[in-house]
């Protein structure tokens, strides 16, 4: 096979396109960067990304797909008050539209019309930050090769956050303005205008930390699921099962809890060994019996009534 031969690529993601092929003859371009869907391999040329995405990058665009999903529950529960009805069915809805927005999105990515997506294999943390890795060969020139190495990780968030804040806007209003009659009308579209601020902050934080959230939202996952469930049993006052069980919305989020729990121990897992790593999965009951078993040592009733005395 014929191939073009040029100076080597400089820097860490500059490489060679693919101008010319006919047969074992290939010409390659200059040094430069690679066109969006491609990263360069090892010899500096520039590669379509052809892959299936692995286990653990299906988990992080799950995880990133249910940051919006969990606060927009959090608002409408926030400010929908005593009004049950009107709390489920804006919970419904906020479901629909992410679950809406994410098939929409795996729809129009590449490659178009199906609900699978082709990638390009995360190898290291600075394939998220390739524009800090531009080279200056005579320190006064910067040849710019930036480029979404990690093709769709990175760009498909965006397309995604901009599908939810879309569909929010065409259906909440409407719904929220039908049953939920009983809030004020200032309560009424809060957590509405709550999202108009957390999706601003979520996607600057996939802008900055996109490659750390990938490594560290396993651990993530994890903490926040059992310090978010300590403070929910506190806060309700459980001490006992029965206190768990009297109530349906306490089981309710007693179960999203260990669901999150097993996600956060299968991501770390990568269910690499399956005979090895499913056993793990045993432990996601156990926050919640250490905390029934050592509630009584504690009593948080008694913290909670001294705290709002002002003891």
Request: net charge positive.
């Given at each position: 096979m014929a191939v073009d031969i040029q100076p080597a690529c400089l820097g860490l993601y500059c490489g060679k396109t693919l101008l010319f092929k006919n047969g074992s003859t290939e010409i390659y371009g200059e040094c430069g960067v690679c066109p969006r869907g491609q990263r360069t391999n090892a010899q500096k040329y520039c590669q379509p990304c052809a892959e299936s995405p692995e286990l653990y990058d299906w988990l992080y665009l799950g995880f990133m797909a249910m940051l919006p999903l969990v606060l927009h529950w959090f608002f409408i529960e926030w400010y929908s008050g005593k009004k049950s009805s009107s709390a489920l069915f804006q919970h419904i809805t906020a479901l629909f539209e992410c679950s809406m927005a994410a098939v929409i999105t795996l729809l129009v990515s590449d490659p178009v019309g199906v609900l699978y997506i082709r990638s390009c294999r995360v190898l290291m943390l600075s394939d998220w930050y390739t524009m800090l890795y531009n080279p200056s060969p005579d320190y006064v020139t910067t040849v710019h090769c930036t480029h979404e190495a990690v093709y769709p990780l990175y760009t498909?968030?965006?397309?995604?956050?901009?599908?939810?804040?879309?569909?929010?806007?065409?259906?909440?209003?409407?719904?929220?303005?039908?049953?939920?009659?009983?809030?004020?009308?200032?309560?009424?579209?809060?957590?509405?205008?709550?999202?108009?601020?957390?999706?601003?902050?979520?996607t600057v934080l996939q802008a900055v930390g996109g490659g750390l959230l990938y490594y560290a939202f396993p651990y993530i996952i994890l903490v926040l699921s059992l310090v978010t469930l300590a403070v929910y049993m506190s806060a309700s006052e459980i001490e006992n099962c029965y206190d768990l069980l009297v109530r349906k919305k306490r089981l309710i989020v007693l179960f999203s809890h260990w669901l999150l729990h097993a996600y956060g121990i299968i991501s770390i897992s990568r269910v690499d060994k399956l005979e090895q790593d499913l056993p793990l999965l045993a432990l996601v009951p156990t926050p919640a019996l250490f905390y029934l078993f050592t509630a009584k040592f504690t009593e948080p009733s008694r913290i909670l009534s001294e705290g709002a005395n002002g003891h």
């Open positions: 498909i968030v965006f397309i995604y956050y901009a599908f939810c804040l879309v569909l929010m806007m065409l259906l909440r209003p409407l719904l929220v303005k039908k049953i939920a009659c009983g809030l004020g009308k200032s309560d009424r579209f809060k957590s509405i205008y709550a999202a108009l601020y957390f999706f601003p902050i979520l």
